[in-house]
């Protein structure tokens, strides 16, 4: 080492202090907040695990850090020392202050107060400083959690994790709902769900599963919907049938849930959210069923109905949690025809299908089903609803050489995450949403 090399202190983090009692530290965050009073201010630091207090007594010092705005970033040296009224039971005395970077306006809304009284527009107008409250912070901790208990099950199931291309040259799902592109003079989209891609994996690992964007081009504007959003999505081989895909994702979400109630719990105390247990055995009915049983209570006529709608799915779950104590319901045996043309049809009753949906609050959160798995009940289905199987021929190569049983399904990470949490709106669970009026930041 030179003589002129200057050592910098190791940085410690705010939750590490309650074991650094008596040790000199070094700190770096935001300036979440600094209250000057009379004969000593406070300040607090933010970080990534969280706020640290320090004591200012130091008149000059003050002075100085009144003049910052929030959101200024500090280097603080000090002293830990025990207070109970301090956030983790620690503050920091006899701090040497620096700054980093200094904030050159105030953030649009007030960071270090508990609750956020901006509307969802500001919220996102200004995201790359508003996600930095711990509220909208905490929600995409549970993101995190979650994904890391989406993969972790999947893994343990001998699933293989893969990556599908985002630019396509024919619809996903046979619909017109697609963003088109230019793709050097040849017309392409951006992928509706990499269901055709996960589907050739089969053939290739059995089992595989993937993280990744989708885009439907619907122009909604609802509380639930995006254009844009994380699909987590699994296909297995070897199925009997879609019961099979259908205990895999009741497992899937268990462990989702588990990872964030082991990993979060700062996060769920903050949010005052408690994370629903998952039933070993989930209730499930059948489309005919639920249209039965929904008609009979409300009076509605649903005969000839091909989906189900909000109100419904709304119904149902307060069935389900009302019969059976579930925050979950699975409905399956969706009609053929609403469903994709790969979706394989019940045996005895081809007007229905090997589908579902996972409910959960009330809301879709999944949707799956067994596939077909032979190349003449394709060319069939295509045929049958007026496609032309050419634009699928490099999709349907897979099922020319042998495709077992297989089946999976797909779920909306943001909206997973709201229904956890509660919020009113996906986009309040979205890092930087897209629908039809928002394109930036």
């Given amino acids: 080492m030179s003589l002129n090399e200057v050592v910098t202190p190791a940085r410690s983090l705010s939750a590490e202090l309650q074991d650094r009692t008596g040790e000199v530290v070094t700190l770096q965050g935001w300036l979440h907040h600094f209250r000057r009073l009379s004969n000593v201010s406070f300040l607090l630091l933010r970080d990534r695990t969280g706020v640290a207090q320090i004591v200012i007594d130091d008149p000059d010092t003050a002075e100085r850090l009144s003049m910052l705005k929030h959101e200024s970033v500090l280097t603080v040296n000090g002293t830990v020392t025990a207070e109970p009224q301090a956030p983790g039971g620690v503050e920091i005395k006899q701090p040497t202050v620096t700054v980093l970077s200094e904030a050159l306006e105030e953030p649009p809304i007030e960071l270090y107060k508990p609750t956020i009284r901006a509307q969802l527009p500001t919220l996102l107008d200004y995201a790359p400083v508003t996600l930095r409250h711990p509220r909208r912070r905490a929600y995409f901790r549970l993101t995190h959690a979650a994904l890391i208990g989406y993969r972790s099950v999947l893994v343990d199931a001998g699933f293989t994790e893969i990556q599908t291309p985002k630019l396509v040259a024919a619809a996903t799902e046979g619909g017109a709902n697609v963003f088109p592109l230019d793709y050097f003079g040849r017309r392409a989209f951006l992928a ?3 269901q055709l891609y996960k589907q050739m994996m089969v053939g290739v690992f059995e089992r595989v599963f993937e993280v990744g964007p ?13 254009n844009e959003y994380v699909s987590l999505d699994m296909e ?13 994702l009741r497992n899937i979400v ?23 247990p998952v039933p070993e055995q989930i209730p499930s009915l059948h489309f005919a069923d639920a249209l039965r049983m929904i008609g009979a209570a409300t009076g509605e006529d649903l005969s000839g109905e091909q989906d189900l709608a909000p109100a419904h799915e709304a119904w149902l779950g307060e069935w389900a949690k009302r019969e059976h104590q579930s925050e979950f319901v699975y409905v399956t045996g969706f009609p053929t025809q609403k469903r994709a043309f790969y979706t394989h049809p019940e045996p005895d009753r081809p007007e229905y299908s090997n589908s579902f949906d996972l409910l959960f609050r009330g809301l879709e959160l999944a949707t799956g089903g067994q596939r077909l798995h032979r190349y003449d009940d394709y060319i069939g289905a295509l045929e049958g609803r007026g496609m032309d199987p050419e634009p699928f021929q490099g999709y349907l190569q897979a099922f020319k050489f042998g495709m077992p049983p297989h089946g999976g399904f797909g779920m909306g990470l943001e909206r997973v995450i709201a229904r956890v949490v509660g919020a009113t709106n996906i986009r309040d669970t979205t890092l930087f949403p897209r629908d039809i009026n928002r394109l930036t930041p």
């Fill in 192 to 194: 509706q769900s990499p």
């Fill in 236 to 248: 297995m081989g070897f199925i009997r049938d879609h019961r099979d895909v259908m205990q895999m």
């Fill in 214 to 226: 989708v885009f439907r081009a619907e122009p909604h504007d609802t509380t639930r919907h995006l």
């Fill in 254 to 276: 268990a462990g989702m849930f588990a990872a964030m109630s082991s990993q979060c719990r700062p996060e769920l105390d903050l949010l005052q959210v408690e994370i629903p």
